[in-house]
């Protein structure tokens, strides 16, 4: 395991939601990603098709260092690989499965947790060196194509589903042996003020504790 998978893994079990900052402003940046920590949620991930995202990303990384894993969500070649690890970011996310991604990532030293729906997809991914699946969009894969999945797939592998995740829908997909989630307009959208997204924030890690409460 490399060291950025290792510090994936630490901060995946940790808390185990990955906040994606699609159309967040640069300038938002920093007081976001201290909003996020704050409420528990430490890897952090900036889709690509955002504002400037190598700068949110290199403003991110250079506020929270080892508080928080960076990332770049939305990366669809191997040349925005090269980006975001000149930005400080150690986390690549797609919403596809591109070995030519994939590799690139891993020849960084950096996570690759690509997009997957079907098993061929998934394990065309982990054969290219995927750190972790993204289920997405999980809006098409219900916990019992989780469970299904989770049935064949390496366990040490994380599956985590992405699309449509809300407070209310976490439970019933853990139970099922999604290892995390991926979290985008429920949590964020750009133009929210501190506490509303505070808010936001809170009722995810919240209702993630209810859940672990009650299993």
Known sequence: MTDAAATFARHLAACPLIAILRGLPPEDAADVGEALVAAGITIIEVPLNSPD???SIA???A?????????????????DVARVAEAGGALI?????????????KAAGMVAAPGCLTPTECFAALE?????LKLFPAEMASPAVVRALRAVLPRDVPLIPVGGITPSSMAAYR???????????ALYVPGMSAAE???SARSFTAALAEGEARA
């Open 63 to 79: 506020r929270l260092g080892e508080a928080a894993l960076i990332g770049a969500g939305t990366v669809l070649g191997p040349a």
């Open 128 to 132: 290219a060196g995927a750190d972790a």
């Open 93 to 105: 996310v797609a919403p596809n499965t591109d070995v030519h991604v994939i590799r690139a990532a």
């Open 59 to 61: 403003r991110l990384a």
């Open 53 to 55: 995202p190598f700068a």
């Open 197 to 199: 997204f505070g808010q």
């Open 175 to 185: 139970a099922a042996g999604a290892d995390g989630f991926g979290l985008g307009s």
